[in-house]
């Protein structure tokens, strides 16, 4: 089953002093662009992040994020007592103030109040831990659910390419009879006399050089692997890609033999259809 490369998946964590927010969104990339950003106490935890993410979504342009809302009041500062009595004492012997302005003015001094640096909890990662991978199993089934939408547009324009194709087929023998009227019509004009055994000869070659049999068959096989593919257990859409270059080839290739104007609209309609599906397929993991 092919996947999207786009996709979202959200979800929130309520811890005792605070709300976890776990988001990861994805675009299209050839190649895995992951950009993460996580509040400083978890830094040490991001290469194990990386790697999660990088096994479960495999390409793409991916955002992921932590955000944390702290609830309720929560200290994460101190007064330095030791730097506040030192200052105070000092300011004794400078001022006449009361007690309550001597502390007033020193705490208006340098590192009166030292941070307290909020560490990393194992617990509580565990549980923020198990949250992204419930995101990071959102996010698949939305790139699953994409894909299934990709892959019903894949299969119906690749049904109209082979209807396309037996258009072609159709008007085949109309394109040999045209073919062989304009070389003998090209002859009566020149007014020369021919060997008709010899003008069969360079006729057969040259319809030959024309023939169109062998990428009828190519690209037949080409649509049905493509449609093989669609249906298999990993998404693949490089391989796809390759598919598509193939049928490319064998579409041009008619088209540069056709040498009928009826035909070459019809490989105008299958280049037309082609070109929709290599635009969608960038999408494709």
Known sequence: MIQSMTGYGKTELQLPTKKVTIEIKSLNSKNLDLNVRTPSYYKEKELEVRKKIANKLVRGKVDFSIFVESIGSIVSSQINEDVVKSYIKQLKGMSNASELELLQMAMQLPETIQ??????????????DNAINETLDKIVVYRKDEGAT?????????????DLLFQAVELDPQRIESIKEKLQKAIVELEVKVDENRFEQELIYYLEKLDITEEKVRLKNHLEYFLKELLSDNSNGKKLGFITQE???????????????????VVVQMKDELEKIKEQNLNVL
Do not use: H, V, Y
């Not at 560490?119 to 923020?128: A, V």
């Not at 990709?150 to 082979?162: A, Q, S």
């Not at 080839?249 to 104007?261: L, Q």
């Open 115 to 128: 941070s307290k640096r909020e560490e990393l909890d194992e617990n509580e990662w565990s549980l923020i």
């Open 150 to 162: 990709l892959k019903k547009d894949f299969e119906k324009r690749i049904k109209i390419i082979d």
């Open 247 to 265: 049928i490319g080839r064998e579409i041009n290739t008619i088209g540069s033999k056709s040498n009928f104007a009826e035909m070459q609209k």
